[in-house]
């Protein structure tokens, strides 16, 4: 939880009170860290923990959840239900192995 607080930190002096880490709009930031939303969803559903958490990260929760409602993002961001079969396939095959 370390490394989220670090990001929550970095959001809140990056973002100045702004929806996204470069301002107003998304930007390269956004973009990059965005790109892990799906699999740390993913991430939770299977583990039962939750990594991004409103009461301890309350910027960058609602910052993931403006990122993935964005037009321009909410249908390239892979189905959280999609990755978690996907991951329990993979560790199938390579238990198998």
């Known amino acids: 939880m370390e490394g989220i607080m670090l990001l929550e930190d970095g ?7 702004k929806d996204f ?6 930007g390269y ?6 790109s892990f939303l799906g699999w740390l969803r993913a991430t939770e559903k299977m ?4 990594i991004l958490d409103e009461s301890q990260a309350p910027g960058l929760f609602r910052w ?7 037009a321009a993002v909410k249908d390239v961001i892979p189905e ?12 199938l095959r390579a238990k198998a192995q």
Do not use: P, Q, Y
């Open 80 to 91: 959280t239900e999609k990755l978690v079969e996907f991951a329990k396939m993979f560790a």
């Open 11 to 17: 959001f809140a002096k990056c973002g100045k009170g």
């Open 47 to 50: 583990t039962d923990i939750k």
């Open 29 to 34: 930031l956004d973009i990059a860290l965005g």
């Open 64 to 70: 993931a959840h403006r990122f993935g409602s964005n």
């Open 21 to 26: 880490f470069g301002g107003d709009i998304i």
